[in-house]
């Protein structure tokens, strides 16, 4: 049995390789539920995993797209947690960009009522890495200093959320621009300072803030171009978490030295590469101690899940470049509109 699904013409390549084809529809295992997709986020992971750039798990489908609302259509002989017709939201090592996904039982949640089929989608892959970043790896306490960088991202905005939500004293947020930083500050949840990083020292804005204690904790995406001014943020006994490489993955020279005298302590984290038992304690925790407060924009959740573009899937070239163009604030998603597609 066939289903539609976005593909990469060719394996990778550019933009104008992903197409709307066909896929074998799965099949799930005995302890998957196959789910009828309606939405999926995009991610920045897709456009390095189109581009070749990207280590895939080795279980991961080759079809793009980690995260997904939806509802189940199947469940495999053992998945009982899961029955026909439930509303649901997931993470996945890849599959997402098609009709039908199947995914291990554990990894999808139930969609809250305050959410969209499009918020659902936004929330999985961003919000379960913000909070494997803030309450995991950093093992964030009440009254810690925070810096987030890259804090317009679907990741950034979640993280200046959650940090504010689980008790931070000041979250400081970095953004390439004035107008990201602005929006930043207008979320009911907003970070207490921010950086425009291209302007100014964002190592002496921290000095500032925190009265010359540094940051506990330092969620950052960028890497080489912020490793120095990283390294000075940090406080005695400071964590600092690293999502990613944007800027580059070589340092050339540097002192360790302050990693011994502040006690610093650095982790490497990649959601998608982690155990099925890791990912199955993080979302059952996020499940019970944050999901129930995120809503819209305009719901009643303390945390708000931001959309800054929606496309038709059959438009995923355009929603693509969007994401490319590193404007967003939020993520970008796109809709399955089965009725405006060939059969």
């Given at each position: 049995m066939s289903m539609r699904a976005i593909l990469v013409n060719g394996g990778k390549g550019p933009v104008e390789n992903l197409i709307l084809g066909t896929a074998p529809r799965p099949t799930p295992a005995a302890h998957h539920v196959l789910v009828k997709v309606k939405s999926f986020g995009l991610n920045r992971m897709d456009i390095f995993q189109r581009m070749g750039k990207y280590p895939v798990p080795k279980h991961a489908s080759e079809i793009l797209g980690v995260e997904f609302s939806g509802t189940v259509a199947q469940t495999g002989t053992t998945a009982s947690k899961w029955k026909e017709g439930d509303e649901v939201m997931g993470i996945a090592a890849g599959g997402a960009?098609?009709?039908?996904?199947?995914?291990?039982q554990t990894h999808v949640l139930p969609k809250p009522s305050q959410l969209s089929w499009n918020e659902a989608a936004s929330v999985p892959e961003a919000w379960l890495t913000a909070f494997g970043a803030l309450a995991v790896s950093c093992s964030i306490?009440?009254?810690e200093h925070v810096l987030v960088h890259t804090g317009?991202?679907?990741?950034?905005?979640?993280?200046?959320?959650?940090a504010r939500f689980l008790g931070a004293k000041t979250v400081t947020t970095t953004a390439s621009t004035d107008d990201k930083l602005a929006w930043l500050r207008r979320m009911p949840m907003?970070?207490?300072?921010?950086?425009?990083?291209?302007?100014?020292?964002?190592?002496?804005?921290i000095a500032r803030v925190t009265d010359g204690h540094g940051v506990d904790v330092l969620v950052d995406f960028v890497g080489k171009s912020h490793w120095e001014k990283n390294i000075a943020s940090l406080a005695v006994d400071g964590r600092m978490v690293l999502l990613a490489l944007l800027s580059g993955a070589t340092v050339e020279k540097f002192s360790l030295q302050p990693f011994l005298y502040k006690r610093l302590r650095l982790e490497g984290s990649t959601l998608r590469a982690r155990s099925e038992?890791?990912?199955?304690?993080?979302i059952e925790r996020f499940a019970r101690e944050v999901l129930p407060e995120i809503s819209g924009v305009d719901g009643p959740g303390k945390l708000k899940a931001y959309i800054h573009a929606t496309y038709p899937w059959a438009q995923i070239q355009d929603a693509t470049r969007?994401?490319?163009a590193n404007q967003n604030i939020g993520k970008v998603v796109a809709e399955i509109d089965s009725t405006s597609l060939p059969v």
């Open positions: 960009y098609a009709e039908y996904i199947a995914v291990p306490k009440r009254d317009a991202s679907g990741v950034g905005v979640a993280a200046n959320q959650l907003a970070p207490t300072h921010t950086v425009n990083y291209k302007t100014a020292d964002f190592a002496e804005e038992d890791y990912q199955t304690a993080l969007e994401l490319e």
